[in-house]
């Protein structure tokens, strides 16, 4: 099974990014799909997930959002309204276990990261 994203980069105060996972050796279609985070010096946190409902967490609700293609077995995370404190490592991951899904315990498999860097 491997996540592989892509999409991060550089990008001014108020841009936006499209983060993509592409999931394969397994179908995820009924698996949950999250997306972490985690900056320099501090421990990874939770930042969306959807499974057969959508979860946010209150930093970035209204701003970020989840989607997943279960044809293509992708899942994106779109990213407006950026700002500096949303600087970090940006991971995927999925679970197979659909419960407690805003914890990175819940999940079985992770990505590499991707890097979103926000600066003037």
């Known amino acids: 099974v491997q996540l592989v994203e892509s999409g991060g980069g550089l990008v001014q105060p108020g841009g936006s990014l499209r983060l993509s996972c592409a999931a394969s050796g397994r179908d995820f279609a009924r698996s949950a799909m999250g997306w972490f985070r985690q900056a320099p010096g501090k421990e990874r946190e939770f930042v969306a997930a959807q499974t057969w409902d959508t979860y946010y967490a209150d930093a970035v609700k209204g701003r970020f959002t989840i989607s997943r293609d279960t044809a293509k077995n992708t899942v994106h995370l779109q990213l407006n309204d950026l700002k500096p404190e949303d600087t970090a490592v940006y991971y995927c991951?999925?679970?197979?276990?659909?419960?407690?899904?805003?914890?990175?315990?819940?999940?079985?498999?992770w990505g590499q990261g991707t890097q979103v860097t926000v600066s003037s």
């Open positions: 991951a999925a679970s197979l276990a659909n419960y407690y899904i805003t914890r990175a315990t819940a999940y079985d498999y």
